[in-house]
């Protein structure tokens, strides 16, 4: 799991709690069930399970992998449409390309972040580059939603292409642990990330044996999610593994300690640490749509069906779009793209 690392952790700036503050506790942990996503690659739905509010202001999760693919196998997303809130994807191992028809897009990989924001409408396709096709390989990664407030839904689109070596990086009092800090910040020092939402986006990887107290925004959630390894979150050391999600109450610090003993596969422990400012808003979600209310996501998919989204780009008019012709099959084409609620789904969310 390479991402982004350093040959001498010692020298990064050291992340410190105060010995004082709160530590959060954990409210829940959940495990991952696995499914397929776009064109069938493997993935693990985070989220699955968890109530809106205590993701808030986050929507949904997919980890990507791990999966070693064989020549021939690679897999991406055909292009399909977004409206009304934000997608993050994350490459750990791999590599993946990325169009939209606002001209937005580029090549990630290892460490790399494309930063999506949808807004009022977007189409765009996902997809391995060829020569990965060709030859296979190992691909590992995250995508994230997050959830625009109402007064943000109908911003234009936007597209941010974060390279791994402008992630923020850390480390823990005793170098056991290295922090990546995507998006918001962490104890002074901001991520390169932009957002709509005031979050905090952090990858952190622990040796076997060490603790992470992680200094977090008493006004933000948090949420750990065990990439790969095993350990423990909480003074109450709750046990975690890969495709684990811990929801965390209030507090100051977050705290993860990574188990002693490790497998060989994984030799050490990864989380995904989220947080953010939740929006309080009622959410209406169905497929690639997230608004407000279910009239909102009904129009979504008439302007979907009208054009009124945009249009593939001339040089990839040849690429699947899932929009049939007449619209006939929008909902069963579009609603499986990242295997998202076939119906409706509304949460108060106050």
């Known amino acids: 799991m390479p991402a982004v690392t350093v040959s001498d952790i010692t020298v990064l700036p050291r992340v410190t709690a105060n010995p004082a503050a709160k530590a959060r506790q954990v409210k829940s942990i959940t495990t991952a069930p696995q499914g397929f996503e776009g064109e069938g690659f493997p993935?693990?739905?985070?989220?699955?399970?968890?109530?809106?509010?205590?993701?808030?202001?986050?929507?949904?999760?997919?980890?990507?992998?791990?999966?070693?693919?064989?020549p021939g196998e690679p897999k991406g997303?055909?292009?399909?449409?977004?409206?009304?809130?934000?997608?993050?994807?994350?490459?750990?191992?791999?590599?993946?390309?990325?169009?939209?028809?606002?001209?937005?897009?580029?090549?990630?990989?290892?460490?790399?972040?494309?930063?999506?924001?949808?807004?009022?409408?977007?189409?765009?396709?996902?997809?391995?580059?060829?020569?990965?096709?060709v030859s296979g390989g190992l691909f590992h990664g995250f995508q994230l939603w997050v959830n625009l407030p109402?007064?943000?839904?109908?911003?234009k689109p936007a597209y941010q292409d974060i390279r791994a070596n402008d992630v923020a990086l850390l480390s823990s009092p005793d170098g056991g642990a290295?922090?990546?800090?995507?998006?918001?910040?962490v104890d002074g020092h901001p991520g390169p990330g932009s957002t709509q939402t005031p979050i905090t986006i952090v990858h952190a990887t622990l040796s076997p044996g060490a603790e992470l107290r992680?200094?977090?925004?008493?006004?933000?959630?948090?949420?750990?999610?065990?990439?790969n390894g095993k350990g423990t979150v909480g003074d109450s050391q709750s046990k975690v593994h890969m495709g684990q999600l811990a929801v965390l109450t209030d507090g100051d610090v977050l705290v993860v300690k990574a188990d002693q003993s490790q497998e060989s596969r994984s030799p050490t422990m990864?989380?995904?640490?989220?947080?953010?400012?939740?929006?309080?808003?009622t959410v209406a979600w169905m497929g690639p749509f997230v608004?407000?209310?279910?009239?909102?996501?009904?129009?979504?998919?008439?302007?979907?069906q009208k054009g009124l989204?945009?249009?593939?780009?001339?040089?990839?008019?040849?690429?699947?779009?899932?929009?049939?012709?007449?619209?006939?099959?929008?909902?069963?084409?579009?609603?499986?793209?990242?295997?998202?609620?076939?119906?409706?789904?509304?949460?108060?969310?106050?």
Request: charged share 20%; hydrophobic share 35%.
């Open 309 to 350: 989204l945009g249009t593939v780009p001339a040089e990839h008019t040849g690429t699947p779009l899932n929009r049939s012709g007449n619209g006939s099959k929008l909902g069963a084409d579009i609603s499986g793209v990242h295997n998202t609620p076939t119906q409706i789904e509304e949460s108060g969310n106050k």
């Open 270 to 281: 990864d989380v995904l640490i989220l947080g953010g400012e939740p929006i309080r808003e």
């Open 150 to 155: 109402a007064a943000k839904k109908w911003s």
């Open 178 to 185: 290295l922090i990546r800090v995507i998006a918001g910040e």
């Open 214 to 227: 992680l200094p977090w925004r008493s006004d933000y959630n948090s949420l750990i999610y065990t990439l």
């Open 291 to 304: 608004m407000n209310t279910k009239a909102e996501v009904l129009k979504a998919f008439d302007d979907f």
């Open 77 to 133: 997303t055909p292009w399909h449409p977004h409206r009304g809130f934000e997608t993050v994807t994350y490459i750990i191992d791999g590599i993946f390309d990325h169009k939209d028809n606002h001209g937005g897009g580029g090549t990630i990989t290892n460490g790399d972040t494309q930063w999506m924001t949808a807004g009022a409408g977007i189409l765009h396709i996902e997809t391995p580059p060829e020569h990965l096709v």
């Open 43 to 70: 993935v693990r739905r985070a989220f699955a399970g968890v109530d809106l509010a205590d993701l808030d202001p986050f929507i949904h999760l997919d980890q990507m992998g791990e999966v070693e693919y064989a």
